[in-house]
């Protein structure tokens, strides 16, 4: 009867455990994430349509591509020079293309309303021939324009002079070149409609204009970071001519530096966060392509590359049978492998200027075995680090079984940097990110990037990241992502990271079970020196997310939970909260560790549970007391 007793009173122990867990705070892990991309309305060129030509053409047919080029380096004089328009996305070029300089008419944007005073720029890229080359705003609800003949900054005083040396034979060289211009739109346009109105007019000697990437409703940090960006476009054609070097020296030296532009540098100088905007299409025309990426060893030259369809929206790399997860976040993720690119090539993408603040710590997902993040300096872009994809494994025969192998080809794994020696308030300069393709050749010579996170204001805790794979049609496996960490050791985030994985390695081994602490002497080591933690590490190991296996029926069903999801023994909590528990149970008894889940503390649930256990306690001691009386009567 007392081992009855006793073993109902260690059930309500238990119980009351499980209670506080199945009752537990069931809030979702807080992860940090970059700030939401901006709400401006981007207007592909190709939206655009064609209106007063002396040509039967549409605006397909003066549209080129974000890579070409023009005077492709081949003959003498001008056409002996390669130049590149500086484009940042598809544009319309009207001086080469559907009749060339003889080609006289006028491009129109569809219809826009303006609602937001807050939000009251637009920008775009413009070049070509000066004259009757302008853009003018036209409103149809107004009936009239609101903004009349902007023009290029076209420049071509200098000429050409074959007898000069290189440097000097074009000189002041902005020719079809396009240049980035915004526009401030007027009080009067607030709720009505407008339109971006193109006109060349002109047939002859630069006769016709290059214009693209468009935005609208705009802050003015928006046109700023769209601004810093194409400068770093123009620093990046090193591989053309010295001729085209000279064109965008000129613009970024004398152009750009010009009152007009004054507001922009003044506003790009206080830019402090990358902007990423993975969950935007066409969003990478907010970001410089380097070219010299494509061209070095000669490999290949990506012209043709697709960026409107560098997004992904897929769950799984279908091309293969094995259907391997890319562990995206969100909708959208920059998928190297949907652009044309090939195991072969390479290329690389550079952000606009910011200030590296908060902790310091930087995050990506990366996949592949090509994939680097860099950080360089904004103003030479001179690499200051880089880390190559450490989360890349390609296991013997582990293609085959992804979610249990530890197979991670192109299944993207976030890693954590630490680069606070080049914080702004250190170095005194501010930064850009460089996503790159940087590998030649070999098996998964592919890259893709994700949740591009640029500023922690405290040190975060660890997610766990769940990912399922299909082999055909089934079954499906399920399993979790690690995290990687690049940084020293001995930094509050790095003594934290240890010790969460420690800590999964030790209390989450036992492959299906819930909880199979095989030794909890080591729980109570761990418990040690988490107790040990200083407050910094401490936090992020308490707000890191635990996970939990529950099996049901065979074992490739087998689910991994993630923070927030379930009840009771699918419970997951948090690191801090769980080791603390665990370490309070005896070497003596490690099996009933086993499938009891995880329990997150709270305040309400763990007195619930003291309530549960003291009546427990309370009944045997009654039980107890009442036989001892009753055998001394």
Known sequence: MKKLLFSLGLTAVFGAACLGASLSNNQAFKEASAEAASAERYIPTDTFFTLQMNYDKSIGDLLRGRNDRFWNGQGSGFDGQERTFNAMDTFADSIHRAGGEGWIGAIQSPDITYTNSSRKYISFLFGGGSGNIFINIWSPSLGKNVIENVHTKFDNTGGFD??????????????????????????????????????????????????????????????????????????????????????????????????????????????????????????????????????????????????????????????????????????????????????????????????????????????????????????????????????????????GNVATSGCRCNTMARTYIDWSAYLYSTVGYQVRIALADYRVGGDWGLSYFDELVTRYDTLPGLPVDRIEQQFNDTPVYYGEVPNFYVGSDETDFGVAFNFVNDYLNTARRGGTKACNVVNSNEMKALYARYSGLNANAKAVVDASSDFNHITNGDWWLTRSTVTGEGEGNNYVGFVGANVTYFAQFGASSPSLLVNLGVFGENNNTSMIAIIVALVAITSIMFVIVYRRKKTNN
Not at 178 to 197: G, H, R
Not at 225 to 240: D, G, I, V, Y
């Open 162 to 399: 074959e007898s000069k040396p290189d440097e000097e034979k074009l000189n002041a060289p902005v020719s079809c070149n396009m240049v980035f211009m915004y526009l401030e739109l007027p009080d009067e346009l607030l709720n009505q409609t407008y339109a971006v109105f193109v006109r060349d007019g002109k047939d002859s000697d630069y006769g016709g204009f290059t214009f693209g990437s468009l935005y609208v409703d705009q802050t003015i940090e928006d046109v700023a970071r769209h601004f810093s960006a194409h400068k770093a476009q123009l620093k990046l054609n090193e591989f053309t001519s010295i001729w085209n070097r000279n064109a965008n020296e000129y613009i970024l030296n004398t152009t750009y530096m010009t009152d007009y532009y004054a507001t922009l540098r003044s506003e790009e100088a206080k830019l402090a966060d990358a902007d990423t905007g993975f969950e935007v299409n066409n969003r990478l025309s907010d970001w410089a392509y380097d070219q010299n990426e494509s061209r070095a060893g000669n490999d290949v030259d990506l012209i043709s590359i697709d960026f409107n369809s560098i997004y992904s929206t897929a769950d799984v790399k279908a091309n293969f049978t094995e259907r391997m997860p890319m562990n995206k976040t969100g909708n959208m993720f920059l998928n190297g492998d949907t652009s044309g690119v090939g195991e072969d090539n390479r290329y690389k993408i550079v952000s606009s200027a910011f200030k590296l603040s908060g902790t310091g710590l930087v995050s990506v997902k990366m996949g592949g075995k090509s994939t680097r993040i860099s950080l360089l300096r904004a103003d030479t872009l001179a690499e200051l680090d880089h880390v190559d994809n450490p989360g890349f494994n390609d296991p013997s025969g582990g293609v």
